[in-house]
């Protein structure tokens, strides 16, 4: 399985981005993925998880009704809306799908 992350960048506070993971080399539909972050000189943490039928979401409470995980079948890809955006939100983001991680994605979020 390979994991290709994209859509990050600078943003403004209070903006949005929308980031992408494409998947590829496996069942797409038996995979629960997650998207977590590591912000400079901190530990990478959870952000969010999406179940394998995609009816199940869990979020970080720091992310909480700002951010929106959702999977797309047809493109094999999962998706974080990311709304709201403040400069705690500043980190590499990558996805996860049992095990195997994602390149990352830088995402700044500054004034």
């Known amino acids: 399985v390979q994991l290709q992350a994209s859509g990050g960048g600078l943003v403004q506070p209070g903006g949005s981005l929308r980031l992408s993971c494409q998947f590829s080399?496996?069942?797409?539909?038996?995979?629960?993925l997650g998207w977590f972050r590591q912000a400079p000189g901190k530990e990478r943490e959870f952000v969010a998880k999406?179940?394998?039928?995609?009816?199940?979401?869990a979020y970080a409470d720091s992310v909480k009704g700002r951010f929106t995980i959702s999977k797309d079948y047809a493109k094999t890809t999962v998706f974080l809306q990311m709304n709201n955006l403040s400069p705690e939100d500043t980190a590499v983001y990558y996805c996860?799908?049992?095990?195997?991680w994602g390149q990352g994605t830088l995402v700044t979020v500054s004034s």
């Open positions: 996860n799908g049992y095990g195997t």
């Open positions: 080399g496996g069942a797409f539909k038996t995979y629960e």
């Open positions: 999406v179940s394998t039928s995609g009816g199940s979401t």
